[in-house]
């Protein structure tokens, strides 16, 4: 059986070699939990190297729900361009700054449930949001969490969610906190979808290595 705890410990000693991904850089950064979020949103479908400068440009401009729902969605686009569907993410983002002033006295909420009633959220960024920008237990599963946590026969799943729903039974809660960082880290740099870097991967010895083709 793989053991998760000290595969996830061996990780996080080798962490401090990688890039941290952009929303865990920005929750170091900001420590604000609007920045927290849009920069999730931005990030969807789109490259670190494209969400960092990009948020950083639209936070020039913008810090708040109020402050961006005075920018138009045309210029909200010229801004965050060229992030994944930028004009689609341009109109969410006037939304999600609406329904928090509407609803949330221009707060974000704290809670799973009312952040997937947001625009433009959802379980991802909800459960990222949680655990970057206020601390509380979630599990965020994105493709890399997915993928990796198959890898190693930890868990058998189809989807991501499906893999939130079988981490969320069976990864002891202490092992939650910062689970997406470190495996979004891990999966950018080692552990990467296609031919992963086996050879040089600290988990080599003990990986089952479920599903892997080519690897270097
Ligand atoms: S040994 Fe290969 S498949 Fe297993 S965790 Fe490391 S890089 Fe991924």
Redesign the pocket.
Known sequence: MFDVGRALAVLRRAMPAWQAPVVAEFARERRDPFSILVSCLLSLRTRDETTGPASRRLFRLAETPAALLRLSSRTIERTIYPVGFYRTKARTLRALAQTLLDHHRGRVPTDLDALLALPGVGRKTANLVLTEAFDLPGICVDTHVHR?TN??GYVTTRTPSATEMALRATLPRREWRGLNTLLVA?GQT???PLS???SS????AV???RG?GR?R
Do not use: Q
């Open positions: 990796i890898r190693w891990f080692i552990c990467r992963p870097r086996c991967c600290p988990l080599n990986c089952p290595r892997v690897a």
